[in-house]
């Protein structure tokens, strides 16, 4: 019997014998699913949770992994539409990430503006280069 159907037998659910047994359920779910073996305190709080001896726990996490839950694809193996997601979420977050930049080094330059405005128009000239001749540091603000 798989540690699942253990569990299930026994009435729990994932969270609730995780709360049981002083662990999390992340924890079960990777003991269930074959991905960890669990440390001997966890064996022994999962067998008192249970009701049951620590030797009916390790058969029961040590039975073929028949019942386990295959892992997620990778992003390489899922359908070219999940890909395509993917990209356009990339984009998403570079796109969103500029413009977090720019509305913070706008802040900056606003601030350094009050307190010295020579030294920002100055800034703004490098900052904007040749493209910027005759642009003040407000105008700058205005070009970002």
Known sequence: M?????????????????????TSSSTIYEIEVGRHSPNPTTLIKLANA??????????????????????????????????????ELEKLVQETMMAAYVEANSRVMEKLRERDPVLADEIAQEILGETGKGITSRDSAKAE
């Not at 540690?3 to 014998?17: I, P």
């Not at 249970?50 to 390489?76: C, D, F, I, N, R």
């Open 50 to 87: 249970l009701g049951v001896s620590t030797e009916e726990v390790m058969e029961a996490v040590e039975s073929p992994k028949a019942h386990a839950q295959p892992s997620p694809p990778s992003l390489k193996e899922a359908p070219e539409e999940e890909q395509l997601a993917y990209g």
């Open 2 to 22: 798989s540690l699942a159907r253990l569990r299930k037998s026994k009435g729990f659910s994932q969270r609730s014998l995780a709360k049981e047994a002083g």
